[in-house]
């Protein structure tokens, strides 16, 4: 390669003070946030009071090298754990700060990449129950992300933004901007309300923030995240929190991570925020692909017997509107064929374990790709999407 690439999906791992640093006194005085307690030796994450398995060691240290669960995802594991099977590596100054990971960025062949949490995806729906604590939470760890990052590269730190209070979100959203943010992160799933009740992103009352979105141009980026569905998996016997290392997990482990972007694909299309909104670009990152046919499948039926329901086929508006990010081990060849090739973006999910182990290994999953599409996929695409386009 010729050309440098721009990462879509990489991560880094919080470290204890990320949530507490500028958290509002009040807050932290309650307990209400996130706090970390030490008991047996061993350092846990409390979330408004609970102790939380979204992830396995809250220090990350020692923590799963990059992509070393890659036979694991090709199928090639004969049957051992992804627990088991992981190399377990010490804490490196790169998975959690600037410098050291602009060094290896500049090794890797990498020229920016977007910066996405790992432990704050399960924080929105451990707060559900406590809005206030969790726009304070979510605000006090973006401005820990500003200070660490920042938000304009080549470390491109996605501020991560709850919609629950509208008026906090714009605000949140209005700081955001003004520091520079040139993609926003959001979690899938209904937005959680006050007192309990949930509501679809694309209600009219949440209208105030899209038009700041479309208006500034930011894309918006949707990681899987733990989306509140386990209230329904836990119907089936899988445990009522998302715990992706609990064996116990078994419908979730099929549904958990695509199926929230699934259904709020389709509600964003057929709740019409698309044509109220008609420059907000979306894109799924860490979602897989296999969601998208179904989904486009189920909308394209509904167009036919119900058109009205609709402004235009669904394809066309998700071919303007969607851009994804899949897996490596995913059909991308297939996943062209129904975004286009200028709607797929690389994420390598790095120093996920889940991931390429380099950026650049990333490419050799995509055999049929001529030069010019490689080149979209790995730079090209996600370069257009950070550029703002209000």
């Known amino acids: 390669m010729d050309y440098q690439l721009i990462d879509f999906d990489t991560h880094y791992y919080e470290p204890l003070d990320a949530y507490t640093r500028h958290l509002d006194p009040k807050i932290r005085k309650q307990r209400r946030g996130v706090e970390m307690v030490t008991t047996g030796g061993r350092t846990y994450a409390s979330i408004g009071g609970r102790l939380s398995n979204f992830v396995p060691n809250v220090t990350f240290n020692p923590v799963a090298g990059p992509g070393s669960l890659e036979a694991y995802f090709r199928g090639e594991a004969d049957g051992g754990r992804a627990r088991e099977l992981a190399d377990v590596v010490p804490l490196d100054p790169s998975y959690q700060e600037r410098v050291p990971r602009l060094a290896v960025m500049a090794e890797q062949g990498v020229e920016e990449c977007v910066l996405l949490a790992t432990f704050a995806y399960g924080i929105e729906e451990a707060l559900c129950g406590d809005v206030e604590a969790m726009h304070a939470t979510m605000e006090a760890f973006n401005r820990w992300l500003h200070e660490e990052f920042g938000f304009t590269g080549p470390t491109i730190a996605a501020p991560m933004i709850p919609m629950s209070d509208v008026e906090r979100a714009c605000a949140e959203l209005r700081w955001a901007l003004s520091e520079g943010a040139r993609v926003?992160?959001?979690?899938?799933?209904?937005?959680?309300?006050?007192?309990?009740?949930?509501?679809?992103?694309?209600?009219?009352?949440?209208?105030?923030?899209?038009?700041?979105?479309?208006?500034?141009?930011?894309t918006v980026a949707y990681h899987a995240a733990d989306a509140g569905y386990f209230r329904y998996f836990k119907d089936y016997g899988d445990p009522a929190?998302?715990?992706?290392?609990?064996?116990?997990?078994?419908?979730?482990?099929?549904?958990?991570?695509?199926?929230?972007?699934?259904?709020?694909?389709?509600?964003?299309?057929?709740?019409?925020?698309?044509?109220?909104?008609?420059?907000?670009?979306?894109?799924?990152?860490?979602?897989?692909?296999?969601?998208?046919?179904?989904?486009?499948?189920?909308?394209?039926?509904?167009?036919?017997?119900?058109?009205?329901?609709?402004?235009?086929?669904?394809?066309?508006?998700?071919?303007?509107?969607?851009?994804?990010?899949?897996?490596?081990?995913?059909?991308?060849?297939?996943?062209?064929?129904?975004?286009?090739?200028?709607?797929?973006?690389?994420?390598?999910?790095?120093?996920?374990?889940?991931?390429?182990?380099?950026?650049?290994?990333?490419?050799?999953?995509?055999?049929?790709?001529?030069?010019?599409?490689?080149?979209?996929?790995?730079?090209?695409?996600?370069?257009?999407?950070?550029?703002?386009?209000?």
């Open 184 to 218: 926003i992160a959001l979690t899938p799933g209904p937005v959680r309300l006050a007192g309990g009740d949930r509501c679809s992103p694309a209600h009219p009352r949440f209208d105030p923030f899209w038009q700041i979105v479309e208006g500034a141009g930011v």
């Open 241 to 390: 929190d998302f715990n992706p290392f609990s064996s116990a997990m078994k419908l979730g482990s099929l549904w958990a991570i695509d199926r929230p972007m699934q259904d709020m694909v389709a509600v964003l299309v057929m709740q019409k925020l698309f044509d109220r909104f008609p420059n907000l670009r979306i894109v799924s990152v860490e979602q897989g692909i296999d969601w998208l046919p179904v989904v486009l499948d189920r909308l394209t039926k509904q167009y036919k017997r119900r058109p009205w329901i609709f402004a235009e086929p669904p394809e066309e508006t998700l071919r303007r509107h969607l851009w994804v990010c899949p897996f490596w081990e995913d059909d991308v060849t297939a996943l062209i064929d129904v975004v286009g090739v200028d709607h797929v973006v690389f994420g390598s999910d790095w120093p996920h374990p889940e991931g390429v182990a380099e950026p650049r290994d990333f490419t050799k999953y995509l055999p049929t790709l001529d030069d010019a599409d490689l080149r979209k996929v790995m730079r090209t695409n996600a370069g257009s999407l950070l550029t703002l386009q209000p």
